[in-house]
């Protein structure tokens, strides 16, 4: 299954938020929402295009057919 509990992502932002990385390394990134959600809340106030983005954010999917477009736009890379 591609997706995980909506109930966490409140929790995972604020973590974000206070940590501020400067990378992520999403395992198991399924459907591709928390780097899309990572991406959005971390980074995009500092750069809305891939050029100007300070946050590296990369994942790893073992299932080809989880893939789909939110992965090249939201991730450095995907594994």
Excluded: C
């Excluded at 459907?31 to 300070?54: M, V």
């Excluded at 990369?58 to 299932?63: D, K, V």
Aim: charged share 20%; net charge positive.
């Amino acid at each position: 299954m591609p997706t995980s509990w909506f109930q966490v992502i409140p929790a995972m932002l604020s973590r974000g938020l206070v940590n501020r990385p400067r990378s992520v390394l999403d395992i198991g990134a399924g459907f591709g929402k928390y780097g899309a959600l990572l991406r959005e809340t971390l980074n995009i106030a500092t750069g809305y295009h891939k050029d100007q983005r300070k946050m590296r954010i990369e994942g790893a999917e073992a299932f080809p057919d989880y893939l789909n477009p939110i992965h090249s736009y939201a991730y450095n890379h995907l594994y």
